[in-house]
């Protein structure tokens, strides 16, 4: 079963997935700003890992991706959510949300 790719041009989509399938969703991201992604993941979705990717050279400043592997664990519907913040600050800071539907085959 091959890896399904999402990003933030997948957002307010339905995508079609099965069940033990690896998501790897990946999202623009500059810590440096104080802002960065927070997922939530619902029942039967499992993160495996979380890590930053400096886009080219990595230059203090720089922006890159957040990029994490998710997995698949049971069969019905499910929405991953994420939002673009500063944690501190609460939610009158967030600068973009992302929320994307799984149908998840068994």
């Given at each position: 079963m091959q890896d399904l790719t999402l990003s933030e041009a997948d957002n307010g989509k339905e995508i079609e997935a099965a069940v033990g399938q690896q998501i790897v969703l990946a999202l623009p991201e500059n810590p440096s700003t104080g802002y960065?992604?927070?997922?939530?993941?619902?029942?039967?979705?499992?993160?495996?890992?979380?890590?930053?990717?400096?886009?080219?050279?990595?230059?203090?400043?720089?922006?890159?991706?957040?990029?994490?592997?998710?997995?698949?664990?049971?069969?019905?519907?499910?929405?991953?959510?994420?939002?673009l913040w500063r944690e501190w600050e609460g939610d009158g800071s967030v600068r973009r949300r992302l929320d994307i539907t799984l149908r998840v085959a068994g």
């Open positions: 960065t992604w927070s997922i939530e993941l619902p029942p039967g979705v499992e993160q495996q890992s979380s890590t930053f990717a400096p886009a080219g050279a990595a230059m203090a400043g720089s922006g890159g991706r957040r990029v994490w592997s998710i997995k698949l664990l049971r069969s019905g519907e499910a929405t991953l959510r994420a939002k």
